[in-house]
């Protein structure tokens, strides 16, 4: 039985009263407002919660912003700074360079002033392999230098001709870049200004993304490492002796033969022998007793020093081989490069920046480095042909010799035309080929010529051309003072020696030497500045093979500069003519003049008296310069002396020798090392 609870029954409905409804209205509006101010503090917290999280969304995008910006800005740093250190400027790698150009300028120097028996082989091969390193570095570094101007052609960008033209010089070396960035056919040639460089541009590279490098530099890094650039000592030849004919072997039979017959030969002659080394041995004991006198005697007098052991042999004068090299290939045993380098390359433009909106974008390229062209003139005649067209699409890919105008260095002097050479990188030699219509403008000093090829380039000059001298003259100015005068084969130089200094004085009108004139250098430095400069008055080991000269005995030579030296603050010395009229098979006797001398003024004929110096005796001639005939007769009231100094100490005044004996070692040994130089007495 299902049980269910029983509703209340309903009241019926009851009026409210007044009061009633009043309260009850009070109880709504005191509801709304409750859910009102509910209501407003639920939107304000809202708000306050909307604004917060605003607040941190704004916050979280600030620091999302910055890290952003952070991030960017240390990309871009890290980007520049990858920039700096691959792309340095021009400015700081000439820095860099000078610093490497003073090691290999000290490196240089040492191997040039240090004496041979003090540098062993492997000192020798250690200093050129840390030289060899040292100019690779260099040579990196102007590359990379060359390289940056090229990634910044855009910016460099000349107004007027719309590519790159920019000129940097610094020091020993100097900058020209031309970047093909207009692509204009009309351009024929390009001019780098107050450089005195010209070059033709070919119609196949005015539409081709290329520059050109043009990089001077007064140094020379590639001549020794030719094969042409040591002395080549001829190696002696040893001649095998003579082979011995080999005895044939007797037969048997024969051997018992002639065995047989010497016992026979032996038994019979055995007495006869007895009875001879029996006269003998009473012989030998007369002669052992007179040997031993002899010995005695002979003792005594090789107490007694020899003549001949205090001289030095003379060695054996040194033979040279001569060079094998291809015929366009330069001897630098007999040629010398004048005016340092100059590379003329055809260069890949690098990729440009780009501006894309407020961005500039540029492709980075690793490794940074020149990208060569190669470009090989045409040498094949070209084609003939009626159709225009094919001929213009002809002129478009030719490849001709490109022409070019260079001026020569201007503190080198070239006593005759120079030539244009090319250092082969694979033959390692400098080289002629390629090379056609020089033109040679002496008055302005322009040579013009064209080549077949790109790359290193250089002007050489015979090495001789100022040898032999004609004639020479030393006179003292006053105490460790002297002038040397050179009369060349084609200039007139005076050279000034105080102490261990000296200084080219003349000539003084040629503008190409201005650098060096009264400019005081140590001996060994002026002398490498001349050389550079082009007068080469300093023969070389192997230079008697391009020259002719007076043949003479080298140890005579030696003594003869060192004696000169010890007195040249009182006794001037000048050549003679008569010194290439002595003919001696061994030219063992050097004629010279000479002449006491304290007046700093130019001597007079009759001042000037002859010497006849040989190895062992220096004898004063009765003969003077101008006589028709040589005699060896020595003048009335002299006899011969040892040596110069002695015979010169003999003649010359008190006063004289007062100077001669204040004289200083540096002065020596500059008027020693000049002498020996120039070889004045073998090259005049």
Known sequence: MLCGRSEPPKSASKKLSKGEKEKLKKEEAEQKLREEEEARLQAEREEAARKEKEKEEAEERRRLENEERKKRKGQLD???????????????????KRRKDRLIGELTGIMETTPDDE???????????????????????????????????????????????????KGDITLCVWGN?????????????????????????????CGVRVLFTKYDHFSEHSISYEPRYKQPVSVAPPEEPKEEEPEEGKEKEEEEKQNEEDGVSREETQDVMAALNALEEEAAEEEENKDEEQKEEDDEPLEEDFEVKTPEPEEFDDFDGDEDAIDLRANHVLGGVFFFNLINLPPQPRNVENWVITQVVEPPALSYIEYVADTAPTSQTPDAKKMDEHKEKEKPPIGVTVRLPEQVYFSEEPQIVRWDYDQKVWTLDGFSDHKFDEEKRILSFKTAYFGAMSLIQDSHSNMPFQSWEIRPRGTNHAQMTIIAAVVEVDIQIKDDLCCLSAPDDKPELQHLINQWYPVHTLIKKMKAAGLNLFPACDSAKFVNIQNKNPITEEHMYQQMSLVSSSVAFSWSKWNADVSEPKKEKIIIQTAEHLVDEPLMEEDWSLWLVTKKRTTKLRMTEFDENFSEDHAEGTEFNADMYHMAMELVSDDAKERIRNTSHKFVYGVYTMLKSTKILTYS
Request: a negative charge; zero cysteines.
């Open 78 to 96: 890290e980007l520049e700074s990858l920039w700096q250190s691959h792309y340095n400027t021009l400015l700081e790698e000439q820095a860099e």
């Open 119 to 169: 540098l062993t082989d492997k000192m020798k091969s250690q200093y050129k392999q840390t030289l060899r390193d040292l100019q690779e570095l260099l040579q990196e570094k102007l590359d990379l230098a060359s390289h940056d101007v090229f990634l910044k052609a855009t910016e460099l960008q000349n107004s007027e001709t719309l590519n790159l033209q920019e000129i940097v010089t």
């Open 181 to 209: 960035l207009s692509k204009n056919p009309r351009i024929k040639s390009h001019e780098f200004e107050g450089t005195g460089f010209t070059f033709e541009i070919p119609r196949i590279l005015t539409l081709t993304d």
